[in-house]
């Protein structure tokens, strides 16, 4: 994209999607930190510039998208400024403003106010966006869509980052964790549930997709396993005891941290500002906190040059300062004591547990509505329009049932379903092979030996031949579909009606004729495949034959030859053409060879794909503070307690703690001392110490000189 072509862009911008242009250069070429203040009382300045070591520039930046009496705009801000202090001033505007008139505005400033000045119109910024190489950042930052092939190529850094907080370990490990206290919340203030209420309760104080059900069911299963939750009468699953019992003490500690955050501001606001504080504000703005210091840390990512265009996977993190100033502004604080007060409120909140656990679930929520963009990059690609997905037939039959009919409840039927869509509205190009055609045609021919079978409805929604088991799932939950089993399959070709005698490979072209069209109708077009030279097939041969050996798996040779055409030419596509593409397949074997196979695309399921291409979805801030709040107070179930009682044993009792009687009496010492405990006073430190020291002394352990390790007797 040339420099005309983003002076164009810039010149149409409303004074919003003006201002997130302004939000990328200021940061990206000029490297100044900064939040948008404008305002009545902003003195010459709709910019805060913050300084990497804490406090602010006395750098003014004003914008306008005036066209009339900008000039004398420019000259008034300009002196604002300067009373203000500031030292340097910058002037934007998206008009096209002659190099002439901005000189003379700049020589004008300079000399009156003695300060550098520096005015930028579209020109002079689509110049500096293509000089830096952000235009893909500025495409992303007015969500301008982008046609196939215009974007360059996506850094490799940025790849490996994008793929890292999709699919790496520490974010599944988070979402997991997330999802289990999810859980346990729900049974704690719910009591016991059906697991079907409890699944639907757990996504409700999530605010997350449907399509999380599945692994929400697995972290269920996964606390059965672990013993903290247990089955009860009438298939109600309930808290175990020690898992209640944790979530109440965890829960005191979560109160006695929030109470002591909350009086520390609410006492800021009164003494400094006359405002009343609650505990709904105090709620609201410790998440707020909590999403800056986060934002924070990716700042210094970003300056330890790991590159982060769109920032998609943190769009419910982004421009956090700017909601916590906001916040704090409609509570009643003046504009000019904003800054004071948000650096006041973020050094009480600095380094408190409660501000790291509610971190961790504003850290979910961003992962959890991460931009479709931001999936497009982890696989290479700037923009889901410049990928292209090929199916294969274990894919393609699933979703033609589901078009044709509609969408069952089987594993493969919904998740097809959701993927697919997802990629057409995205504008995807998703295409099928003819060999993949063939399967499809070969599988549905072959449908035609299950008719008559009824009296196995139940068994057969399971059947391995796609049409059929889309069949029976939709019969047997009464939805609509034909009488019988040959009359469902004539919906998709006429020529299944047709007499046995015909001959195989006859039959199955004439009902490739029928499909091809259907998929072209559901926007899944024809990939013609030329002849692929041997240089691309080699590899994939024989990783593919490999594979089947090493784990004794047979599998009949032309669809291994089908699968391995595939391969090449996504192989071929992307060496030479420089395509981004994926196949999609339930295959296992396809999976496992694509895995150990370089240069061939990604080959993944529909399931795994949902997770990257499926839409943004912003989450409200009333709902992140409750879930933020509700996770917090699951966290650091009372460990730490444990750990300073077993530490001041060591510190008195030091070797005799091995002794196995002396353990037992320490745990259930331990259990006691946690009953009793009392989280609201603020020297329960001490008072675990005093009590640990007396439940010694009755044991006939006291502190003696010899177990102050490393220190020394100078009498």
């Given at each position: 994209?040339?420099?005309?072509?983003?002076?164009?862009?810039?010149?149409?911008?409303?004074?919003?999607?003006?201002?997130?242009?302004?939000?990328?250069?200021?940061?990206?070429?000029?490297?100044?930190?900064?939040?948008?203040?404008?305002?009545?009382?902003?003195?010459?300045?709709?910019?805060?510039?913050?300084?990497?070591?804490?406090?602010?520039?006395?750098?003014?930046?004003?914008?306008?998208?005036?066209?009339?009496?900008?000039?004398?705009?420019?000259?008034?801000?300009?002196?604002?400024?300067?009373?203000?202090?500031?030292?340097?001033?910058?002037?934007?505007?998206?008009?096209?403003?002659?190099?002439?008139?901005?000189?003379?505005?700049?020589?004008?400033?300079?000399?009156?106010?003695?300060?550098?000045?520096?005015?930028?119109?579209?020109?002079?910024?689509?110049?500096?966006?293509?000089?830096?190489?952000?235009?893909?950042?500025?495409?992303?930052?007015?969500?301008?869509?982008?046609?196939?092939?215009?974007?360059?190529?996506?850094?490799?850094?940025?790849?490996?980052?994008?793929?890292?907080?999709?699919?790496?370990?520490?974010?599944?490990?988070?979402?997991?964790?997330?999802?289990?206290?999810?859980?346990?919340?729900?049974?704690?203030?719910?009591?016991?549930?059906?697991?079907?209420?409890?699944?639907?309760?757990?996504?409700?104080?999530?605010?997350?997709?449907?399509?999380?059900?599945?692994?929400?069911?697995?972290?269920?299963?996964?606390?059965?396993?672990?013993?903290?939750?247990?089955?009860?009468?009438?298939?109600?699953?309930?808290?175990?005891?020690?898992?209640?019992?944790?979530?109440?003490?965890?829960?005191?500690?979560?109160?006695?941290?929030?109470?002591?955050?909350?009086?520390?501001?609410?006492?800021?606001?009164?003494?400094?500002?006359?405002?009343?504080?609650?505990?709904?504000?105090?709620?609201?703005?410790?998440?707020?906190?909590?999403?800056?210091?986060?934002?924070?840390?990716?700042?210094?990512?970003?300056?330890?040059?790991?590159?982060?265009?769109?920032?998609?996977?943190?769009?419910?993190?982004?421009?956090?300062?700017?909601?916590?100033?906001?916040?704090?502004?409609?509570?009643?604080?003046?504009?000019?004591?904003?800054?004071?007060?948000?650096?006041?409120?973020?050094?009480?909140?600095?380094?408190?547990?409660?501000?790291?656990?509610?971190?961790?679930?504003?850290?979910?929520?961003?992962?959890?509505?991460?931009?479709?963009?931001?999936?497009?990059?982890?696989?290479?690609?700037?923009?889901?329009?410049?990928?292209?997905?090929?199916?294969?037939?274990?894919?393609?039959?699933?979703?033609?049932?589901?078009?044709?009919?509609?969408?069952?409840?089987?594993?493969?039927?919904?998740?097809?379903?959701?993927?697919?869509?997802?990629?057409?509205?995205?504008?995807?190009?998703?295409?099928?092979?003819?060999?993949?055609?063939?399967?499809?045609?070969?599988?549905?021919?072959?449908?035609?030996?299950?008719?008559?079978?009824?009296?196995?409805?139940?068994?057969?929604?399971?059947?391995?031949?796609?049409?059929?088991?889309?069949?029976?799932?939709?019969?047997?939950?009464?939805?609509?579909?034909?009488?019988?089993?040959?009359?469902?399959?004539?919906?998709?070709?006429?020529?299944?009606?047709?007499?046995?005698?015909?001959?195989?490979?006859?039959?199955?072209?004439?009902?490739?004729?029928?499909?091809?069209?259907?998929?072209?109708?559901?926007?899944?077009?024809?990939?013609?495949?030329?002849?692929?030279?041997?240089?691309?097939?080699?590899?994939?041969?024989?990783?593919?034959?490999?594979?089947?050996?090493?784990?004794?798996?047979?599998?009949?040779?032309?669809?291994?030859?089908?699968?391995?055409?595939?391969?090449?030419?996504?192989?071929?596509?992307?060496?030479?053409?420089?395509?981004?593409?994926?196949?999609?397949?339930?295959?296992?074997?396809?999976?496992?060879?694509?895995?150990?196979?370089?240069?061939?695309?990604?080959?993944?399921?529909?399931?795994?794909?949902?997770?990257?291409?499926?839409?943004?979805?912003?989450?409200?801030?009333?709902?992140?503070?409750?879930?933020?709040?509700?996770?917090?107070?699951?966290?650091d179930v009372p460990h730490f307690i444990s750990a300073q009682i077993i530490d001041r044993i060591v510190y008195v009792a030091g070797d005799k703690i091995q002794d196995w009687k002396l353990k037992k009496k320490i745990a259930e010492f331990t259990d006691d001392l946690l009953e009793r405990i009392d989280l609201a006073d603020v020297r329960y430190n001490e008072w675990v110490n005093n009590k640990t020291d007396e439940f010694l002394k009755k044991l006939g352990i006291d502190k003696s000189p010899s177990n102050e390790i490393g220190l020394v007797d100078v009498q």
């Amino acid at each position: 994209m040339d420099v005309d072509t983003i002076k164009n862009n810039i010149m149409s911008l409303g004074r919003k999607d003006f201002k997130k242009v302004i939000y990328l250069i200021l940061p990206k070429i000029f490297n100044l930190k900064v939040v948008n203040v404008d305002g009545s009382y902003n003195g010459g300045s709709d910019w805060l510039i913050f300084k990497d070591e804490g406090g602010s520039h006395t750098i003014a930046v004003q914008d306008t998208v005036q066209t009339k009496g900008w000039e004398k705009k420019a000259k008034i801000d300009a002196q604002k400024a300067v009373a203000n202090g500031a030292t340097r001033f910058f002037f934007i505007t998206p008009k096209p403003i002659s190099r002439l008139t901005f000189a003379q505005l700049e020589g004008g400033i300079t000399s009156t106010y003695k300060v550098p000045c520096t005015c930028l119109g579209a020109k002079e910024i689509s110049e500096l966006i293509v000089s830096a190489g952000l235009v893909t950042d500025f495409l992303d930052a007015i969500d301008a869509p982008l046609a196939t092939g215009v974007a360059s190529r996506i850094d490799k850094q940025e790849i490996c980052l994008h793929s890292y907080v999709a699919m790496g370990q520490d974010s599944d490990n988070l979402k997991n964790t997330v999802y289990e206290d999810s859980i346990l919340i729900t049974l704690h203030n719910e009591g016991p549930l059906i697991r079907d209420v409890l699944l639907e309760k757990t996504i409700d104080l999530l605010a997350c997709d449907q399509s999380r059900a599945s692994q929400i069911l697995r972290r269920i299963d996964s606390l059965l396993t672990k013993g903290k939750l247990i089955m009860i009468h009438d298939k109600n699953l309930s808290l175990a005891p020690n898992a209640q019992k944790d979530l109440e003490n965890a829960e005191r500690i979560y109160l006695k941290e929030f109470i002591s955050l909350v009086g520390a501001q609410t006492s800021l606001m009164e003494s400094e500002h006359n405002i009343s504080w609650s505990l709904a504000d105090g709620q609201k703005a410790s998440v707020l906190l909590a999403k800056v210091f986060i934002e924070q840390q990716l700042e210094s990512a970003k300056s330890a040059k790991l590159k982060m265009t769109a920032m998609g996977f943190f769009k419910n993190l982004n421009q956090s300062l700017q909601e916590l100033r906001d916040f704090i502004s409609n509570s009643g604080v003046p504009r000019e004591k904003l800054d004071d007060t948000i650096k006041e409120m973020l050094m009480q909140a600095q380094d408190l547990p409660i501000v790291k656990k509610l971190s961790r679930a504003a850290i979910f929520v961003a992962l959890e509505g991460a931009d479709a963009i931001s999936g497009a990059k982890a696989i290479g690609a700037p923009r889901w329009s410049d990928v292209s997905v090929m199916l294969d037939a274990s894919v393609a039959i699933p979703y033609l049932c589901s078009r044709l009919f509609q969408p069952s409840e089987g594993r493969f039927s919904s998740s097809n379903h959701k993927a697919i869509e997802t990629l057409h509205k995205l504008s995807v190009n998703v295409c099928i092979p003819f060999f993949y055609i063939n399967e499809c045609a070969s599988h549905l021919l072959r449908a035609r030996t299950y008719d008559n079978l009824d009296d196995y409805a139940e068994q057969l929604q399971y059947s391995q031949n796609a049409f059929v088991a889309h069949y029976y799932q939709l019969k047997n939950s009464g939805l609509s579909v034909p009488s019988n089993l040959f009359d469902y399959l004539a919906s998709f070709s006429s020529f299944c009606k047709e007499s046995k005698s015909m001959n195989l490979d006859v039959w199955i072209r004439k009902v490739m004729t029928d499909l091809q069209p259907l998929f072209h109708e559901y926007s899944v077009e024809f990939e013609e495949i030329p002849k692929i030279p041997q240089h691309y097939t080699t590899d994939i041969e024989v990783e593919y034959s490999y594979y089947l050996d090493e784990l004794k798996r047979s599998k009949n040779f032309k669809l291994v030859n089908h699968d391995v055409l595939a391969m090449s030419h996504l192989k071929k596509q992307i060496a030479e053409k420089y395509e981004h593409w994926v196949l999609l397949t339930w295959d296992r074997a396809m999976i496992s060879v694509g895995k150990k196979l370089e240069g061939c695309g990604w080959i993944i399921s529909p399931d795994i794909l949902y997770e990257f291409a499926k839409p943004y979805r912003p989450i409200s801030e009333s709902q992140l503070c409750t879930l933020a709040h509700a996770i917090a107070r699951t966290q650091d179930v009372p460990h730490f307690i444990s750990a300073q009682i077993i530490d001041r044993i060591v510190y008195v009792a030091g070797d005799k703690i091995q002794d196995w009687k002396l353990k037992k009496k320490i745990a259930e010492f331990t259990d006691d001392l946690l009953e009793r405990i009392d989280l609201a006073d603020v020297r329960y430190n001490e008072w675990v110490n005093n009590k640990t020291d007396e439940f010694l002394k009755k044991l006939g352990i006291d502190k003696s000189p010899s177990n102050e390790i490393g220190l020394v007797d100078v009498q």
